[in-house]
């Protein structure tokens, strides 16, 4: 059975939207990233390798950076993306699936730092994710993790009908297996997974009235939620006109003068211990 279920899909509609999350995300990632030059960074479900490429960037030439994404066509729009750029070969992207992760046997045991963004709540068992990448770092290596406790959100003053259409959303990954709040256990399971916990944080996502940037992050929402609309309908608590309600309500919300947008992204570190074995898995 299939243990990893992405409810987005990666249609062109949804690769636009996460570009545009990228945008919003990648600065502030990189600062509490704190990557070193020289520093071997493994990312796990790249994407579209736009925080992978600025990772490379921060390591500078005598880094390295691979990233490894599922998707077929996350990892095209990589390559498409990487070219335009002008940087085909700054990372090196490589298909492959996070609870079975495409290294070489000499690749493992050997990175700096293994990273992954919203992808151990896409998974039915994060440990068993975590536990690759902790076997994939060096002895002291870090493992960071970023990912959601999608009850954090909220939006003042709350836009009518919108709190219903957030708890289905919630509810679609209850439906295949994966957990909406992992954000919240994320400390967990690096323990689980054989990482020694070293630090936690939240990294603010949100915005305001008369901040410039409030349209992207209420496009980003009405996006999630329109490309899962189906899944959410099929939870049987909203009907289709409640749906499209809520939508409305939300893109009218985020022209008042008094909107406020708050959710804390979940961030954990923890760092492979540096003597004796650890249970990895293989």
Known sequence: MDESHYLHGTAPFEQDR??????????????ELGLRPGDRVLDVGSGLGQLSRAMARQVGPGGRVVGIERSLEQLAAARRLATAADEPDLVEFREGDARRLSLRDDEWGTFDVAHARFVVEHVTDPVEVVRQMVRAVRPGGRVVLQDDGHD?????????????????????????????????RLVSVLHQAGAAPVRNNWMFFGSCAGHPDLGAYVENVVRILEGVRQPILDIGELDAAAFEAGIAALREWGTRPDAGMWYGISWAEGRRPDSGDVECGS
């Not at 996460?18 to 990632?29: E, K, Q, S, T």
């Open 18 to 31: 996460l570009a545009r999350l990228n945008d919003l995300l990648n600065d502030r990632a990189l600062a």
């Open 152 to 184: 954090t959100f909220r939006l003042s003053p709350e836009p009518p009908g919108f709190a219903p259409l957030w708890r289905s959303y919630i509810r679609t990954y209850d439906r295949v297996g994966n957990d909406p709040l992992v954000g919240h």
